[in-house]
């Protein structure tokens, strides 16, 4: 006599793609530091994640997870000045989010330690939530050892100082992580035109506290520090 399977079997089976896709966009949708929520399919450069035994670099995700995100050294022969803006290589990732900034450049933003080495970020909120809390996201860094922190300027796409750059906050525009972020301006002039369009309201680079990054990114971990 010829078993029948199960009358579940089929629809089980049916069903196991879909919660590992489901399990696969999860780690994905959390590798932002507000564990967005994403629509079908994650952006281009999402984090990807490998176990770890330090903290995690993901507010709301387990210790037991981390990004890697090593950082770019500082090269003599380029003829730069060692705190000068570099170009994002297309390797480099973002510690924070896992992503890589290079795939969307007029978000990128940087920050250049001492020793010449930098990391790469996918944005300018990713940037601030970074200098909040610079040991956690790349252990045995201090934020006083950061000497340079630059922004890309969303009018003209150049790098600029993040510390002199105004930035708007709530607007229509969404970054790399398809959620709301810090477009960067040369002046509150520029930003105030960019909220003629896209809503928000314009802040200067010492305004950005971690109340206003909890808005942008609900899971902020408490241990954030203003910048």
């Known amino acids: 006599m010829r078993l029948l399977p199960h009358p579940h079997t089929a629809h089980d089976h049916a069903r196991q793609p879909t919660r590992r896709a489901a399990l696969t966009a ?5 590798a932002g530091v ?12 999402a984090a990807s994640v490998a176990p770890g035994t330090s903290s995690s670099a993901l507010p709301g ?4 997870v981390c990004i890697v995100a090593p950082p770019t050294p500082y090269d003599p022969s380029s003829g730069q000045p060692l705190a000068a803006a570099r170009e994002v290589p297309a390797e480099a990732r973002c ?12 978000w990128a ?8 080495d930098a990391y790469f970020f996918d944005s300018p909120l990713s940037l601030m ?10 252990r045995g860094r201090t934020h006083e050892a950061i000497v340079a922190r630059y922004v890309t300027d969303t009018e003209t796409g150049a790098w600029r100082d993040a510390q002199s750059a105004v930035y708007v906050a709530g607007s229509s525009a ?3 992580m398809r959620a709301g972020n810090l477009p960067a301006f040369a002046n509150a002039e520029a930003a105030q035109r960019f909220v003629q369009q896209r809503g928000g309201r314009a802040v200067p680079f010492s305004a950005i506290d971690a109340p206003l990054l909890r808005g942008l990114a609900p ?3 408490a241990d954030h520090h203003q910048h």
Do not use: E, K
């Open 129 to 138: 939530l970074y200098l909040g809390n610079v040991a956690h996201y790349t």
């Open 109 to 116: 933003a940087q920050a250049i330690f001492a020793d010449g």
């Open 34 to 45: 507000a564990a967005w929520q994403w629509q079908a399919g994650a952006p281009q450069g």
């Open 26 to 30: 999860l780690l994905l949708g959390t």
């Open 219 to 221: 899971n902020l971990r």
């Open 95 to 106: 510690p924070v989010c896992g992503m890589y900034p290079a795939r969307a450049r007029a």
């Open 174 to 176: 969404l970054g790399p």
């Open 61 to 64: 995700m387990g210790d037991d």
